[in-house]
């Protein structure tokens, strides 16, 4: 029994893939200097126990001010 099997010519599907990557892998590099120029302010202690000052950190009494603490005082 013969099948009938075509012929892929892959060389265009794997330039388009090497493309792809290519701009994933910009992509990924771009959002890390975004997140590391632009530090989330709603962050929660768990994510920030790992990271270091970044000198953009809110305290009150000595204390870091809890997400959203900005936004609810003005809100009131």
């Keep these: 029994m013969t099948e009938d099997v075509r ?3 892959t060389t265009g599907m794997e330039e388009q893939l090497a493309h792809s990557q290519h701009l ?5 590099v771009a959002a890390a200097e975004l997140a590391e120029s632009n530090p989330d302010p709603y962050e929660t202690d768990a994510e920030a126990k790992d ?4 000198g953009f ?3 009150e009494d000595g204390r870091p ?3 959203g ?3 609810a005082a003005r809100e009131g």
């Design 7 to 9: 012929d892929f010519d």
């Design 24 to 28: 994933i892998d910009e992509a990924k």
């Design 51 to 54: 990271d270091e000052a970044s």
């Design 57 to 59: 950190e809110s305290f």
């Design 65 to 67: 001010a809890k997400p």
């Design 69 to 71: 603490a900005v936004r």
